[in-house]
């Protein structure tokens, strides 16, 4: 039975890239291709096609197609920059698996592509994020998915030199379930970096720190903490959050491990910057109200 599935979703996946293929093959044959003042409002479509001008750089056109897949759509999308005598393709995006409701920002050079997996009936769908530059090519900085949940608020920004996005994920306590995950990246000759912040509160902060690895986590840390941070369960119970009376500038997370109450304290260094200063078995004194 396996093996008939497999080759069911590989039958699939070919057909769906045959039709995708298809249709921006028949809309880059059309004339709009040899006209300066195409309007994409006006340009002839069918099923499955769309265009448009994409956010940020409003003198281009955008091509979406989209394709019908099990519990969603399959999209594509193309950016097109006049060209002396045509509209020539800037960039292309045709994600490996399904991608429903892709969203492009673009500038001369980045492109930000988000959007969600199709799913039936899990509350959990993968979130796709995607950064390009383009140029005389097109190149990857950083392209995969983390699960999260599309009901909730999805922000996404082009920034100047990377990106910021901001989504509904899961949190490391069950009984909480969700919280919001942030990625903000600059980018510079080496790569993409993650930079602050992480979180939007202390306590998410904590959630980010414990259920990311070490090879992470070390920015936005005390040295120190590293052997306890390799120790820490990846689920836990998240408690009460107080100011330190001695430390005016930190935050305690209490968070239950293992039926063991553990105490994370943050500084917080302004507009959503923490840091991991220490972790310990008793509470600091709280700060009064």
Same mark, same amino acid.
């Given at each position: 039975?396996?093996?008939?599935?497999?080759?069911? +979703?590989?039958?699939?996946?070919?057909?769906?890239?045959?039709?995708? @293929? *298809?249709?921006?093959?028949?809309?880059?044959?059309?004339? /709009?291709?040899? &006209?300066?003042?195409?309007?994409?409002?006006?340009?002839?479509?069918?099923? &499955?096609?769309?265009?448009?001008?994409?956010?940020?750089?409003?003198?281009?056109?955008?091509?979406?197609?989209?394709?019908?897949?099990?519990?969603?759509?399959?999209?594509?999308?193309?950016?097109?920059?006049?060209?002396?005598?045509?509209?020539?393709?800037?960039?292309?995006?045709?994600?490996?698996?399904?991608?429903?409701?892709?969203?492009?920002?673009?500038?001369?050079?980045?492109?930000?592509?988000?959007? /969600? *997996?199709?799913?039936?009936?899990?509350? /959990?769908?993968?979130?796709?994020?995607?950064?390009?530059?383009?140029?005389?090519?097109?190149?990857?900085?950083?392209?995969?998915?983390?699960?999260?949940?599309?009901?909730? *608020?999805?922000?996404?920004?082009?920034?100047?030199?990377?990106?910021?996005?901001?989504?509904?994920?899961?949190?490391?306590?069950? +009984?909480?379930? +969700? @919280?919001?995950? !942030?990625?903000?990246?600059?980018?510079?000759?080496?790569?993409?970096?993650?930079?602050?912040?992480?979180?939007?509160?202390?306590?998410?902060? !904590?959630?980010?720190?414990?259920?990311?690895?070490?090879?992470?986590?070390?920015? /936005?840390?005390?040295?120190?903490?590293?052997?306890?941070?390799?120790?820490?369960?990846?689920? &836990?119970?998240?408690?009460?959050?107080?100011?330190?009376?001695?430390?005016?500038?930190?935050?305690?997370?209490?968070?239950?491990?293992?039926?063991?109450?553990?105490?994370?304290?943050?500084? *917080?260094?302004?507009?959503?910057?923490?840091?991991?200063?220490?972790?310990?078995?008793?509470?600091?004194?709280?700060?009064?109200?």
């Amino acid at each position: 039975m396996r093996l008939l599935a497999l080759a069911l +979703l590989a039958a699939a996946t070919l057909n769906g890239a045959s039709a995708k @293929r *298809e249709l921006v093959e028949w809309a880059e044959a059309q004339p /709009w291709r040899m &006209g300066r003042a195409a309007d994409p409002a006006k340009i002839p479509t069918r099923k &499955g096609i769309e265009f448009s001008r994409p956010d940020g750089e409003p003198a281009w056109i955008q091509l979406t197609t989209r394709v019908d897949v099990a519990c969603g759509e399959d999209t594509s999308a193309y950016l097109y920059e006049w060209s002396g005598d045509h509209w020539a393709r800037r960039f292309a995006l045709e994600p490996g698996s399904p991608v429903d409701s892709l969203r492009i920002q673009a500038s001369n050079t980045l492109v930000l592509a988000t959007g /969600w *997996e199709p799913a039936c009936t899990s509350i /959990w769908h993968p979130f796709f994020v995607g950064l390009y530059q383009i140029g005389a090519g097109q190149k990857t900085v950083l392209e995969g998915t983390e699960n999260g949940n599309p009901d909730g *608020e999805t922000v996404a920004k082009l920034e100047p030199n990377g990106i910021r996005v901001e989504f509904t994920g899961a949190s490391i306590d069950p +009984l909480l379930g +969700l @919280r919001r995950h !942030v990625l903000h990246y600059t980018i510079d000759a080496s790569g993409a970096h993650r930079v602050d912040p992480l979180a939007l509160s202390a306590q998410d902060f !904590v959630d980010e720190w414990i259920s990311s690895p070490w090879s992470d986590a070390f920015a /936005w840390s005390d040295p120190a903490l590293a052997a306890i941070h390799d120790q820490l369960p990846k689920r &836990g119970q998240m408690g009460t959050v107080a100011r330190c009376a001695d430390y005016g500038s930190v935050w305690q997370v209490a968070v239950a491990l293992n039926q063991s109450w553990r105490y994370f304290r943050v500084s *917080e260094q302004g507009e959503h910057r923490y840091r991991m200063v220490a972790v310990s078995e008793k509470p600091c004194k709280a700060a009064k109200r």
